[in-house]
């Protein structure tokens, strides 16, 4: 049998059609269906393989209703591939009954109302095999993977547990109409349209928060007969546009942004209203709160000990959030901190938690810390001092970066450091409690205990340097962004990792005999090397990355004007090795081609020097290294 896939376009057309032909009956008008299995009503949309047919009616009075992706009727096997055609396809009976719903990965379009009006749904959940809808984040909804019927991140049906995931960008029409049981709803930022009926018949919707995002509500009826609704929060600093009767028969007081308070009372549209400044307190939800300018995340408030983190709250908090920080030049971490009668224990910086704070100087957190998420303290611009607490066991990628920092030290508990955590700061040392299992600092500069790896180079140490000999690899981004002009690599190097000298100021490489291996981007953008020596007689593997992205060791490098230098008896292999090959001249070391001396110089003379080939004319010896004479 053909995959629906194949005929996805027909069953759509196919299906539209049928749309189309009911746009004049009313909403809960239910098809004739063709057929009746196990509780579920059909209707036949082709006959023609893969065979396909229409959920149209669930009168099945269990909890739990699983929608089948295949039916059999008359000896032929049918592909549910829609549900409904206009309204609630479910019997009066069943909407009482049912507490959730399974949509199969063969549902391309849930049409609008279809699973509506149910009082007690709390759950509905799609296969994560289908490729047209998914509920994302266990999100208890349905939302369109991609633009198929309905456009990409549009939730279309939603019950009263439905948590709106922020990858979402539209509501769709009709999307919660009849949720009775729905109280309060938050509209995450990120959502631009609410559309035709969304809210509608709401009964109990007491209270929403529409988001910044959210800047255009056009549609009349997206609240209509929500007769409980008291509160609307509207986090958009300019005042929407809003359609005649949208609040229709409803009375709620408008809460807007304090500084854009005058800005609502004076646009005609929202005259009528009641309008107050939004609390403080109501730019966060239940799982976030402020104590002493510092804003928390709350992680575990069930089971003791109870956690937070520090954090920078997305959506609606963020702009207070930003506003806080601005004006915070010294944050202290605690160990704890209360709120509503519990006591939290402080165990994370959370991602972004003080970005862009632009006068912050000064960071100490409390033994408490376990984690410094990536991006923690970053883009902190007057940031001088971070003290990092005695317990911190990971360092996350870019934790400070963007800063003035001079020097860090790492406490002796850290069991993991992310690459760049100082990025772009004026560094010049990175030190290691000297009891640190894991890491070790030699002259300001993170290697790992063993010595054998090299972690990190301070920004600002120096543009010259000399690898000790222990060092077999080079770490991920280890000098990236640094303005080092010369380095000198040990006899024992084996390995470079990606990104190890993106961005430097480089002009010459020197790689031992024991190279073995160069990891993408390794020297990318480093646009003033004109020389490479390599002496390992195989050439070493040069990794490609992402084709689609076109890396590669040298990215962004104009190999062509280079010069690469390489054992004699290796040329022809450079000259034909990934990578390698994109030098534009590839000689044996010691600068002449042997070839063309041998075959357009001058007569020459060879002889034998500490071991080594080399080549006489003209007064001028040419050594061939890599060839050993026995």
């Known amino acids: 049998m053909k995959t629906i896939n194949s005929f996805r376009s027909k069953l759509l057309a196919l299906t539209l059609a049928l749309m189309a032909s009911v746009s004049t009956f009313a909403y809960d008008f239910v098809f004739a269906n063709d057929f009746h299995i196990d509780g579920f009503g059909y209707k036949i949309i082709s006959n023609n393989e893969p065979c396909a047919v229409g959920l149209m009616e669930i009168a099945d009075c269990t909890e739990d209703v699983v929608i089948p992706a295949t039916v059999t009727y008359n000896g032929l096997q049918y592909i549910v591939s829609t549900v409904g055609m206009g309204g609630s396809i479910i019997t009066n009976d069943a909407r009482i009954t049912i507490k959730s719903i399974f949509i199969p990965k063969t549902i391309q379009v849930v049409n609008m109302r279809a699973l509506s009006d149910c ?19 266990d999100c208890n909804a349905i939302v369109t993977s991609k633009d198929w019927g309905s456009p990409a991140n549009t939730l279309i049906a939603g019950c009263q547990t439905t948590t709106i995931p922020n990858s979402v960008t539209e509501i769709g029409n009709y999307a919660f109409y009849r949720c009775d049981s729905l109280k309060h709803m938050t509209v995450p930022n990120g959502v631009t349209t609410i559309s035709d009926g969304a809210f509608s018949e709401c009964s109990s919707l007491s209270s929403i928060k529409l988001p910044e995002s959210l800047t255009n509500l056009s549609q009349q009826w997206i609240f209509n007969g929500c007769t409980s609704l008291k509160e609307v929060f509207f986090f958009a600093k300019t005042p929407p546009y809003i359609a005649y009767g949208m609040f229709r028969g409803l009375n709620p007081t408008i809460f807007v942004p304090k500084e854009s308070l005058d800005a609502y009372k004076n646009e005609l549209y929202w005259q009528d209203f009641d309008i107050q400044a939004i609390p403080d307190s109501m730019y966060f939800d239940d799982n976030h709160f402020v104590k002493d300018s510092i804003h928390y995340h709350i992680l575990n408030d069930t089971i003791a000990p109870f956690e937070v983190e520090v954090t920078y709250t ?21 160990a704890t901190v209360e709120y509503k009668g519990k006591v939290y224990n402080v165990t994370r910086i959370g991602e972004f938690a003080f970005n862009f704070a632009t006068k912050l100087q000064r960071v100490t957190m409390s033994d408490n810390i376990k984690v410094i998420d990536r991006f923690a303290i970053i883009n902190c611009s007057q940031l001088t001092e971070v003290q990092i ?16 920092l001079e020097t860090i030290s790492i406490p002796k508990n850290v069991k993991y450091i992310a690459p760049l955590i100082v990025r772009n700061n004026p560094i010049t040392s990175i030190e290691v409690h000297p009891e640190n299992a894991n890491y070790t600092s030699v002259d300001g500069v993170l290697f790992n205990k063993q010595e054998n790896l090299l972690h990190s180079f301070p920004a600002a140490k120096a543009t010259e340097y000399v690898i000790p000999e222990t060092v077999d690899t080079v770490g991920g981004c280890a000098f990236a962004n640094v303005a080092i002009t010369s380095v000198t690599f040990p006899d024992n190097l084996v390995y470079i990792a990606q990104d190890a000298f993106f961005n430097t100021k480089l002009s010459k490489l020197n790689f031992p005999a024991s190279i073995t291996a160069i990891e993408m981007n390794a020297f990318d953008l480093c646009i003033g090397i004109t020389e490479v020596t390599c002496r390992a007689t195989t ?18 490098v104009p190999l062509a004007d280079a010069t690469l230098y390489v054992p004699a008896e290796s040329v022809e292999a450079y000259k034909s090795a990934n990578q390698w090959k994109d030098f534009g001249t590839i000689l044996p070391i010691g600068g002449t081609d042997l070839e063309d001396i041998t075959t357009t110089q001058a007569p020459f003379s060879k002889t034998i020097r500490d071991g080594h080939l080399v080549i006489i004319r003209d007064g001028k010896t040419y050594n061939v290294m890599g060839i050993k004479m026995k």
Not at 121 to 132: A, F, G, K, M, T
Not at 539 to 556: A, L, N, W
């Open 539 to 556: 050439p070493p593997i040069m990794s490609d990355g992402q084709e689609e992205y076109k890396t590669s060791v040298f990215c962004r």
């Open 314 to 334: 997305w959506g609606a908090a963020s702009n207070f959030t930003q506003k806080n920080y601005n004006e915070l030049t010294e944050a202290n971490i605690p």
């Open 119 to 137: 009082p007690h749904l709390c759950s509905i959940v799609v296969d994560e095999e289908n490729p047209y809808l998914d509920s994302r984040n």
């Open 389 to 404: 607490g005695e317990q911190v066991d990971s360092i996350l990628l870019d934790a400070f970066s963007y800063g003035k």
